[in-house]
């Protein structure tokens, strides 16, 4: 059975950093691109960045230069580490396997739950 969980999400005041681990099981991690997305009240979900399965990564331009993604096969793990932390960045992340190297949602076979990150003062 194919699952991702997420976790690390908390409250963090702007200018703060997080950093997100997705815990993959039931499939080869090595073999599929990883995806992390966030919806924010009222907005549709949007992906904000993407590994594929030799490394290479894509960002979306609000979080480009703020968040890196990467990837530990043997562990199992990808992570989202996100700096310089925003009001805007205040959403429900969520991880994702991929069946193409996109930020398009469409293209999501698997989603994890979420953990929900906060940005606050």
């Known amino acids: 059975q194919v699952q991702l969980m997420e976790s690390g999400g908390d409250l963090v005041q702007p200018g703060g950093s997080l950093r997100l681990t997705c815990a993959a099981s039931?499939?080869?991690?090595?073999?599929?691109?990883i995806g992390w997305f966030r919806q924010a009240p009222g907005k549709e979900r949007e992906g904000i960045s993407c590994?594929?399965?030799?490394?290479?990564?894509i960002y979306a331009d609000s979080v480009a230069g703020r968040f890196t993604i990467s990837r530990d096969n043997a562990k199992g793990t990808v992570y989202l580490q996100m700096n310089s932390l925003k009001f805007d960045d205040t959403a429900v992340y969520y991880c994702a396997r991929g069946s193409m190297y996109s930020l398009s949602p469409k293209t999501v076979n698997s989603w994890g739950q979420g953990t929900q990150v906060t940005v606050s003062s």
């Open positions: 039931g499939f080869s991690l090595n073999n599929y691109v």
């Open positions: 590994i594929s399965t030799n490394g290479r990564t």
